[in-house]
């Protein structure tokens, strides 16, 4: 439990220094540039049942 919630709080860190990104981790979603490909952070992050949705400027 411990080590799958470092996992999680580490890439919180990584994917908030991707420009454009915000991190919402109390409502487990993750915002988006329309433009923006999917890393495989951020496909890890919706394995933990974070959802991802863009942001349309």
């Known amino acids: ?16 220094r991707i420009k454009g ?6 409502q487990r979603t993750v915002l ?3 433009d923006l ?3 495989d952070k951020l496909k890890e992050l919706q394995n933990l049942n974070y959802s991802i949705q863009t ?3």
Do not use: D, G, Q, W
């Not at 439990?1 to 908030?16: E, P």
């Not at 990104?21 to 109390?26: C, F």
């Open 1 to 16: 439990m411990k080590s799958k919630a470092n996992r999680r709080y580490y890439l919180h860190r990584c994917v908030k």
């Open 21 to 26: 990104v915000t991190v919402k981790a109390r």
């Open 55 to 57: 942001e349309i400027y």
């Open 37 to 39: 490909e999917l890393t």
């Open 32 to 34: 988006v540039p329309f």
